[in-house]
């Protein structure tokens, strides 16, 4: 039993979001210059396919999020989301995948919220809907 709970407790060590945000930024930027090969490459596709997965049923679990109210906030095209809820306010922070950047505005935006602060209705830069961002090539 203290093999398992040791176990966890590197297992928890390692993945931690932060560490892997910048592991996967230093592998996008890496890449151009990386000569992998087939076998390299497949067992990478493998696990981000396996992660995106898992991503995708956590993503399930979220559109049912508190505060209900909330409209589901849209997920930028060649980008995404990364969303959390204290204290009953919904806060979203819009990302772009590698090759793709926000617009000046958006830069200057930590976070959108959605609260009753707000009426229920996303504080985007962009009126009346639920785009909290736009990934430009």
Same mark, same amino acid.
């Given at each position: 039993l203290s093999f398992s709970a040791a176990q966890d407790e590197t297992l928890? $060590?390692?993945? =931690?979001? $932060? @560490?892997?945000?910048?592991?996967l930024k230093v592998a996008a930027e890496c890449s151009e =210059?990386?000569? +992998? &090969?087939?076998?390299? @490459?497949?067992?990478?596709?493998l696990s981000m396919r396996n992660l995106t997965?898992?991503?995708?049923?956590?993503? !399930? !679990?979220? %559109?049912a999020?508190?505060?209900? !109210?909330?409209?589901?906030? #849209? *997920?930028?095209d060649n980008g995404g989301l990364a969303c959390v809820t204290v204290a009953n306010k919904r /806060?979203? #922070?819009p990302l772009c995948n590698y090759g793709y950047d926000f617009g000046f505005?958006?830069?200057s935006r930590l976070y959108d919220e959605c &609260?009753? %602060?707000?009426?229920? #209705? +996303?504080? @985007?830069q /962009?009126?009346?809907? =639920? @785009?909290?961002? *736009?990934? =430009?090539s």
């Open positions: 928890l $060590q390692n993945c =931690n979001l $932060q @560490t892997l945000l910048a592991d =210059n990386l000569s +992998w &090969s087939a076998q390299q @490459t497949a067992a990478l596709l997965d898992t991503l995708q049923h956590q993503l !399930k !679990k979220c %559109q999020a508190e505060p209900k !109210k909330c409209p589901e906030a #849209k *997920v930028p /806060y979203c #922070k505005i958006r830069r &609260s009753q %602060q707000t009426g229920h #209705k +996303w504080d @985007t /962009y009126i009346g809907g =639920n @785009t909290l961002a *736009v990934c =430009n």
